[in-house]
C-alpha cells in the first residue's frame, strides 16, 4: 500500500462516522448497528437512504446536504476512494453521513428489515459478462428486499446503456411500478436539481459526451423474482477503472 493511501486509511479510522467491515473481518455474523441504526448511530427517526457502490462519496454527501431531514450511508469496499467523501463530511461537519467499507454482498448483513428507505446505484459496474453480479440483478434486489421499505425507492444513475436497458427489462418482468425513466438526463424535462449531481465518473462519461440515464422504481417483496431472458447490445467503450469488455 502506498503512503499516500496509508495516510487516507490511517486518517480513515479516526472518523467515527465510518465503520469498516470488509468480508474478510466480518466473519458472518450480523454486524452490531443492524435494525438500531435510527436509535443508537442517527439518533433520530429519519429516513435511512444507501448509495451502494459510492466511490468517492459525492452524492452521499451531496444528498445529504440537499436533504437534512434524512440520513445516507455510502457504501463502498474502496476505502482510498471512499476518503474523500468522508473527509467532505467530517469537514463540512454533516451529523446525516454515515459511510461503511465493506463489500455489497453482505450488506443485507447490516441493515434489518423495513429500515431502509431508499437506495442510490450511482454508475456502478454494468458487469456484462455475470448477471449475477450486477447490483440491478434480480440476486441483489432479493438482498434489497431483505432491509428495504414496504414501497421502497431504487434509483439507478448510469452511463452504461447496457445497464439501464437490462435493468428496465428486470423492472418490467417483475412487474415493479416505474416512477421515473429518462434515457438522457440533459435533454429531458424530467430531471430535477438532485440528479444535475455529478460524480467524478459522471463528468468523464459527460467528457465523452455518454448520455446520463436515469431510472426509478419501487421494489415490492410480495412473489418470487425472475430473470429477464433478453438479448442486449454489450456498451462499445471502455469504462475508466474497469476490465475490457469482450
Excluded at 9 to 19: G, Q, R
Excluded at 126 to 139: E, G, N, S
Excluded at 175 to 199: G, K, R, Y
Aim: proline share 4%.
Amino acid at each position: 500500500m502506498g503512503k499516500n493511501k496509508l495516510a487516507k486509511f490511517t486518517e480513515m479510522a479516526t472518523f467515527d462516522h465510518v465503520i469498516q467491515a470488509p468480508y474478510n473481518k466480518h466473519n458472518h455474523k450480523d454486524h452490531e448497528l443492524k435494525g438500531s441504526w435510527a436509535k443508537d448511530f442517527f439518533e433520530n427517526e429519519n429516513p435511512i437512504v444507501l448509495e451502494l457502490g459510492c466511490g468517492k462519496g459525492e452524492y452521499t454527501v451531496s444528498l445529504a446536504e440537499y436533504f437534512p431531514g434524512m440520513n445516507f450511508i455510502g457504501v463502498d469496499i474502496k476505502g482510498a476512494r471512499m476518503w474523500r467523501g468522508a473527509k467532505s463530511a467530517h469537514i463540512k461537519g454533516l451529523k446525516n453521513v454515515a459511510f461503511i467499507r465493506t463489500n455489497i454482498e453482505i450488506i443485507d448483513s447490516f441493515f434489518g428489515a423495513e429500515e431502509v428507505s431508499e437506495i442510490w446505484l450511482t454508475f456502478p459496474d454494468p458487469q456484462m459478462k455475470k448477471h449475477t453480479k450486477r447490483l440491478t440483478a434480480t440476486t441483489f434486489m432479493n438482498r434489497y428486499r431483505r432491509f428495504l421499505k414496504q414501497k421502497g425507492v431504487i434509483h439507478l444513475k448510469t452511463d452504461s446503456n447496457f445497464q439501464y436497458q437490462y435493468t428496465l427489462a428486470m423492472v418490467k418482468e417483475n412487474d415493479f411500478p416505474i416512477l421515473t425513466e429518462i434515457e438522457d438526463i440533459d435533454h429531458s424535462p424530467s430531471a430535477n436539481e438532485v440528479l444535475s449531481i455529478q460524480t467524478f465518473y459522471e463528468k468523464q462519461w459527460r467528457e465523452r459526451g455518454i448520455p446520463i440515464k436515469y431510472l426509478s422504481f419501487h421494489l415490492n417483496a410480495d412473489k418470487p423474482l425472475r430473470e429477464p431472458d433478453v438479448e442486449i447490445e454489450k456498451d462499445p467503450y471502455r469504462s475508466f477503472g474497469r476490465s475490457a469488455r469482450e
